[in-house]
């Protein structure tokens, strides 16, 4: 089993961005407030000025890159054991399914959200980014170690990503999985079949 989000932290502004990437997958930016990342993660009012000169901004630029670095761990060791394209999205699915249910719904995923509601906030925007080309680059190293094509491979991701975005946007607002199952089914099927041999776009 993928385990993606290590939630458990000790040092305190650890303990302040992993609270802030959960508020941030169930609230987005404008439910994440200050108050509620101390209240959640349990560490002193002093502690703020101290770990995050920058403010909030700061604080949810480190949330998204700390969530979005333990997915693309999770998902590197995934490939390194030797998981097929279509296991390794799989199991991705699997992971924000199971954080859907345990939360009623809640919970998206912290990168999308921040995506979606500062995309006009160039510090957060180059954080959600940076994740985002992440993800790509490993799952088009996945497909194309399978066989796909250069061009195939990023098509192929970029489509990955942005149908399991979509997915969880649907989800939260039905109150429902069946989004996400839906696309996991479509794009592992997808996914498996055997790679075709085309023209490389210029």
């Not at 998902?75 to 998981?83: I, K, N, T």
């Not at 199991?91 to 959200?113: E, I, K, Q, S």
């Not at 039905?174 to 776009?201: F, I, M, Y």
Request: net charge negative; charged share 25%; glycine share 8%.
């Amino acid at each position: 089993m993928m385990h993606i989000m290590p939630w458990e932290r000790t040092d305190t502004k650890d303990r302040m961005v992993t609270s802030a990437a959960l508020l941030l997958r169930e609230r987005g930016v404008a439910g994440t407030s200050f108050a509620k990342v101390l209240e959640h993660s349990g560490t002193p009012r002093g502690s703020l000025g101290h770990h995050f000169p920058g403010g909030k901004r700061e604080m949810v630029a480190d949330a998204v890159r700390w969530a979005g670095g333990a997915a693309s761990a999770a998902m590197r060791h995934a490939v390194e054991r030797g998981d097929t394209p279509a296991e390794l999205f799989a199991t991705v699915c699997g992971f924000y399914r199971r954080a859907l249910v345990d939360t009623d719904f809640a919970a998206g995923c912290p990168v999308g959200n921040v995506a979606q509601e500062a995309h006009d906030d160039e510090p957060l925007r180059a954080a959600a980014n940076e994740v985002f080309d992440d993800w790509r680059s490993i799952v088009r190293a996945s497909l194309t170690a399978a066989g796909h094509t250069a061009t195939g491979a990023t098509d192929l991701a970029e489509l990955c990503i942005a149908g399991l975005e979509g997915a969880l946007m649907l989800a939260r607002v039905q109150q429902r999985a069946e989004p996400v199952d839906s696309v996991e089914r479509q794009l592992c099927a997808l996914l498996s079949q055997t790679p075709t041999k085309g023209k490389e776009r210029p």
